[in-house]
């Protein structure tokens, strides 16, 4: 009995490191996804400073998330399978985020002391 109960949490305990694998490599996918867009929106000199804070803010999820993480090979693989279709889908999916994030931050900054600029 002891060992079926040991072969069930084994089992259990490797189950759930795959579905955590696999939510991980799904995340770091979707991020890289990211990055190719936002470097896509940082050539148009009107969002070249939003583009460029886009690849730093992924690129900093992705090492956040899993530390030695090989963004080159990731964006060389990923930029083979992204169709030229999905970019502006991608670009406001996370341009999207981006801005919700951005807000989020602002929002935390404390309010100005009074007589300020006076």
Known sequence: MKRLILASLLAATASSARADDDAVRDAN???VRCILGMSVMARN?????WGTFGVFFYSGRIEGRDPGFSLS???KREVKLMRADEYNG????CSDLLADRSRAYEAMKPPAPRG???
């Open 29 to 31: 996918r979707q991020d």
């Open 45 to 49: 000199e009107t969002y070249k400073q």
């Open 73 to 75: 090979d990731a964006v």
């Open 90 to 93: 991608e670009i406001k999916r």
């Open 116 to 118: 300020t600029g006076r």
